[in-house]
Every structure is written in C-alpha cells, then in structure tokens.
C-alpha cells in the first residue's frame, strides 16, 4: 500500500517565484489536509479539502497561498511571489472517512520549502 | 524518565526504561487526542489516539492517559528502545479534522 505522496521534497524558490506543492491521497482516501511546520515548532493546519470542494481554508493566509484537489490527479498547494518566511514544511495529510465517521489521519513525508 | 510541565521540550531516557511524555491541551471542548511520532525529515506518524469519553488506552508498549479535568493528556512507552528516538507530539481536535499539534517533545534513548 503507498502511503502519502508528496512531491517534490525539497524545493527552492527565490523571492518572488512561484511554489507548488503536490500530495497525492492514500489509495481510496477523498479527504485531503495541509499543514505547515516551522523550524522547532508543531504543524499548524492550513485547509481541508474532499475532491473539488474547499471544507476549511481557516488556517491559510489570506493572500498569496491557494489549495485544490481536483476531480483528477493530486493536491496542490500553491504559494505565489514566496517570501523567505514562508520557508518551512509543508504536510499533507489523508483520511478516510464512512458515515459520520473520520479516520486517522495519514502524513506524507513532507516539502521542504526554502526561499533563497 | 518523564518529562515535566509543558516547557520541557526535551527528554533523555535509558534504553529499556519506561518514558512518560506530558502534553498539557488548551481547547476544553477538544474530544478528540492523537499521540505523533516524528523523525528526522519524515512526516508524523500515528503512535495512538484516544476519545475523550476514555481516560485510558493502551497500544502495543504504549499507554495514553487522558485527565480533562486538569486538561492533560500522556504518552508511556514501555521498555523503551533506540528505535524511539524521535519528536513526539499530541494532537487535539474538536471537530475531527483540524488537528491542533503541541510543540513536541525530543526523546533521546541512551544506549
């Protein structure tokens, strides 16, 4: 069974560039989460998203950061004109989910976002 | 060993003792608690849960404990081994989904 995909792991932007980030789910799994860990701190969650539908963008900044999970293919996390503070870990997460029932939910390895 | 207190991010533990991580959580209405593990440059991986109609639970060497009363929440690991060297967060959440992470602790076996 393939865990959480996240591509690519370690990426690199200047200032200004443009920073996309993939996940692709656990097999089976619709549910999609984001987090972004800080350097000696905890994941903070960004936005929770089911195929085509944005369910909680709470955590995420208000300008310049973006979240899908289209019908087809992976997640994306979008970061526009990247700012050296948004260099950090970014996760994502998968669950199941029956009913009225969440499941656990399943980390990927992570990108490790560095602005230069 | 045990870590004491939510300041202590740090905890040195003898191969084969038992460790005792403390987590202290904020949300009094957070009925749901998860116990992560994570390794250097790897993403959290699940240890336990634990629902907040339980005070207790246990896994294969590890046990959570949940007081609400004093809104605190601990991981035992028993016997611990080199292999558990890690970041060890809890994790609280009210609705299910949007997991609230502590600041982690750092275990370090000694050999």
């Known amino acids: 069974n393939a865990g959480v995909m996240q591509n690519p792991r370690h990426l690199v932007r200047r200032r200004g560039q443009e920073a996309r980030l993939r996940c692709s789910p656990m097999k089976g799994h619709s549910h999609v989460y984001w987090y972004r860990q800080l350097p000696e701190e905890g994941l903070k969650f960004m936005v929770y998203?089911?195929?085509?539908?944005?369910?909680?963008e709470s955590g995420m900044p208000k300008e310049r950061f973006s979240a899908e999970f289209p019908k087809e293919g992976p997640s994306i996390l979008r970061i526009q004109q990247v700012v050296r503070g948004d260099s950090a870990a970014y996760f994502c997460?998968?669950?199941?989910?029956?009913?009225?029932?969440?499941?656990?939910?399943?980390f990927g390895p992570g990108t490790r976002l560095t602005v230069t | 060993g045990e870590s004491v207190g939510l300041h202590l991010p740090t905890l040195s533990v003898q191969e084969g003792d038992n460790s005792i991580i403390n987590c202290a959580y904020s949300?009094?209405?957070?009925?749901?608690f998860i116990w992560y593990k994570q390794e250097s440059g790897k993403g959290p991986q699940f240890i336990i849960d634990?629902?907040?109609?339980?005070d207790k639970r246990q896994g294969q060497r590890v046990t959570v404990l949940l007081n609400k009363t004093v809104k605190h929440l601990s991981l035992q690991i028993a016997a611990t081994q080199p292999g558990d060297s890690a970041v060890y967060f809890c994790?609280?959440?009210?609705?299910?989904?949007?997991?609230?992470f502590g600041a982690g602790t750092t275990v370090t076996v000694r050999a």
């Open positions: 634990i629902r907040s109609n339980m």
């Open positions: 997460a998968s669950s199941l989910t029956l009913g009225q029932a969440t499941y656990e939910q399943y």
């Open positions: 949300n009094s209405a957070s009925d749901y």
């Open positions: 994790a609280e959440t009210v609705n299910d989904y949007k997991l609230s």
């Open positions: 998203l089911q195929k085509e539908n944005i369910i909680d």
